[in-house]
């Protein structure tokens, strides 16, 4: 049976699927719980008790009823371990009752051995608490998929860990950010409340304490035609808090450079360019575009918790910079002015090439992922093409690296093995190699006929096919018109060579090149030296007997 073809594009694609689907059911909260056999009973009264019992503690910390003040500073581990017991545990008795006898639930499916889960806990038990202070309707629940997979199944969790949010008892993907921040502001908007509005000069300082990136609204008046432009574009963004004020003042202190002028529209994020204006008429679509251009910093550091978004960003070329932290350090300061002439177009992104999880996957599309060096690479998604930035990576070159990518002038890269040794023998016979490098004299420049094996290490009937080969190559030797030859296609690209699964066999006949025959990998030996011997037939009458 063939194996699915994966080339560059089909890697690339399933590079970026992978993230975005892993990190789209990342973002999660990992609550402390008390073992408990499914049997035990635990129901929801005991754990309403519960968190009663926190609420009075608040009380007694706080007689005066004055918030967030208490005799005794809590210690951060004490907050945490409050945070995470606001969340939920259920269980196989009353997983499916809870999201559907609440508005609004939000559920963390998880494994206890899920490293990702553990990694999150922080940052979630942090949105849990936040969303509470907020007076957030939203419940926020866990459960231990391993251990209750009925219930898992029931809820539609499918693997660890997945989140979603429960509507009405109607399920929905989670598709927010990774940082405690990120989940309250996807929470809110989810849940009815896209927008804050800031009225005074406290609650504006107040805020700025907890938040680096907002887009900032003023209008005299919470309606007409621009504000409500302005509540659809909060509505549809998932990932950026939008404020609203009437007050001038209020607007100043949130964006220093606002203008006095009805309505204004800012984006403030904690880089640089600290303060971007928006300038086109209020539209969702622009708003939203706008946004999309410019939420990003001039340079973009790739993390886990980023990467989903910078994978579906609407810059479809992006340069990407591999190398040690200090090295990126040091070229940040340089390529800031790069960075800022492509601002509009091209995104800017750096990877510690230290870390595997991240830059391997790319570095492997170059056949350099044991590289140490700095490398520089750029993908223009438009086309699915990949480049690869072959001289020094000075600031310089990389410019000129940048430009030739805006302008379509680079050269794509496809990944080749070094020339080897033209044959390698089988017994009697010989089966040539073909690498990237090689492809064209080889194959479509040769004046012969071509019979070529694309097989990968990973494919698991590409065996059976070899074998093929093997017999035919013995069979048919001492014809001088006839090449039999074989490449591995993990490790060499060619734009004429497009396949779509493994094993294929493709025989390219001596008057065309360009249209190969594509041979059934399920034909056996006898059939395939059948097929051969008729194309041979076709073009100078040579035959050989049938096998």
Known sequence: MPTPKHTSRFILFSLILLFSLSFFSIRVVFSQSTPADEEDGEDMEALEELIALDEEADVEQNPDGVHGETKDKPSGAQVLSKAQRIVLELNSDYAKRVVDENEY??????????????????????????????????????????????????????????????????????????????????????????????????????????????????????????????????????????????????????????????????????????????????????????????????????????????????????????????????????????????????????????????????????????????VVTAFDYNNSFKYLLESDPTPTKIEEFCLGLFHGTLSPFFKSQPIPDNVSFVKDASILTVVGKTFDDLVLRSPKNILLEVHTPWCITCEATTKQMEKLAKHFRGLEDLVFARIDASENEHPKLQVEEYPTLLFYTSKDKQNPIRFSTKSGSKELASLINKHLKNQDDISKDEL
Request: hydrophobic share 40%; glycine share 4%; with cysteine.
């Open 105 to 374: 639930v939000l559920v963390l499916g998880y494994a206890p051995w899920c490293m990702r889960s553990a990694e999150l806990m922080p940052r979630f038990a942090e949105a849990a608490t936040a969303l509470k202070e907020l007076g957030s309707s939203l419940l926020m629940a866990k459960l231990d998929a391993e251990r209750y997979p009925k219930a898992a199944s029931t809820l539609g969790i499918k693997g660890f860990p997945t989140l979603l949010l429960f509507v009405n008892g109607t399920s929905q993907p989670y598709s927010g950010g990774f940082t405690s921040e990120e989940i309250v502001i996807w929470a809110r908007k989810r849940t009815g409340s896209p927008i804050i509005r800031i009225s005074s000069l406290t609650e504006a300082n107040e805020f700025l304490k907890k938040h680096s990136t907002f887009v900032v609204g003023l209008f005299e008046n919470f309606e007409g035609p621009d504000y409500e432009e302005f509540v659809k574009a909060a509505t549809s963004d998932n990932e950026i808090q939008f404020i609203e004020t009437s007050s001038p003042e209020i607007a100043k202190v949130l964006f220093p450079d606002a203008r006095h002028t009805y309505p204004f529209l800012g984006l403030t994020k904690n880089e640089p360019e600290r303060y971007t204006t928006y300038e086109d008429t209020f539209n969702v679509d622009g708003i939203l575009q706008f946004l999309d251009n410019n939420k990003f910093p001039l340079i973009t550091v790739l993390t886990e918790f980023n990467s989903a978004q910078v994978y579906s960003s609407t810059k479809k070329l992006q340069v990407y910079i591999f190398a040690e932290a200090d090295d990126l350090k040091k070229l940040t300061e340089p390529l800031q002015e790069v960075a800022r002439k492509f601002k509009l177009k091209i995104m800017l992104i750096f990877v510690d090439i230290k870390e595997d999880n991240l830059a391997k996957p790319f570095l492997t599309l170059f056949g350099l992922e044991d590289s140490e060096d700095i």
